[in-house]
């Protein structure tokens, strides 16, 4: 089984409509991440989580808001979808335990707002 | 301003035929480096590392990479490149001090490979 997990893959919604993205983890890391990805653009920190009650704002975090429900889930909500919110959406994590930093990724949703 | 940069967006080589990837850093001190690779459909894994030691290190699927401080690189290489390799490839870097220690990314490689 996956050790990050996205849940749904693919969505297609509409504008104006609240939609939630869900992550999952069984890597028992303490650190989570939502990315947003865009052609030409990269990869852009939405919204990380150093733990349950720490949650703090990326470069581009208007529009969403997230949720730590517990160490191993993560989600992001978007209020009312709007069409330049279509992109891969991925959600990583890291342990914040020795100096390893590198991230671990869910396979990503891909996110059409029409 | 601290950045990573990919100078090239789109490379194209044949099967084959050894294959380097650019990445510059801006940081004063050496920052922790990686190299991260997106198959199609599919997300990011992490081919390699850096973080001190021997200058050149070696990661998964054949690829290394060189740490070179004069000139603030982490550059990919991979002698024989198979068609498999066709991917978008990113660079990351954890700066050495401060930024809570989170990735900043390039915008990546995208290599496309010829039969």
């Known amino acids: 089984d996956a050790d990050v997990t996205q849940t749904p893959r693919n969505r297609i919604t509409k504008t104006g409509k609240r939609i939630m993205l869900e992550c999952s983890q069984t890597?028992?890391?303490?650190?989570m991440y939502w990315y947003r990805q865009d052609p030409g653009l990269g990869l852009r920190l939405i919204y990380y989580?150093?733990?349950?009650?720490?949650?703090n704002k990326g470069e581009i975090s208007d529009g969403y808001s997230v949720s730590r429900q517990a160490q191993a889930k993560f989600s992001l909500s978007l209020e009312s979808a709007i069409p330049n919110q279509t992109a891969l959406y991925f959600c990583a994590t890291s342990d914040s335990t020795g100096f390893s930093y590198e991230q671990y990724f869910g396979p990503g949703t891909r996110l059409t707002v029409t | 301003a601290q950045s990573v940069t990919q100078p090239d967006i789109h490379i194209t080589v044949s099967e084959g035929a050894s294959l380097e990837l650019r990445c510059n850093y801006s940081?004063?001190?050496?920052?922790?480096l990686f190299w991260y690779v997106q198959s199609p459909g599919q997300g990011l894994q992490l081919l390699l590392k850096?973080?001190?030691?021997d200058t050149l290190v070696q990661g998964i699927k054949g690829f290394e990479a060189e740490f070179k401080r004069s000139q603030s690189s982490f550059n990919l290489r991979k002698p024989s490149v198979h068609w498999s390799d066709a991917a978008e490839y990113f660079c990351?870097?954890?700066?050495?001090?401060?930024?809570?220690?989170?990735?900043?990314w390039g915008l990546g490689t995208s290599l496309a490979v010829n039969p």
């Open positions: 890597k028992g890391h303490d650190r």
């Open positions: 990351a870097v954890v700066p050495n001090a401060g930024n809570n220690r989170k990735l900043i």
């Open positions: 989580s150093f733990d349950v009650k720490d949650i």
């Open positions: 850096y973080f001190s030691g």
């Open positions: 940081y004063g001190a050496t920052p922790y």
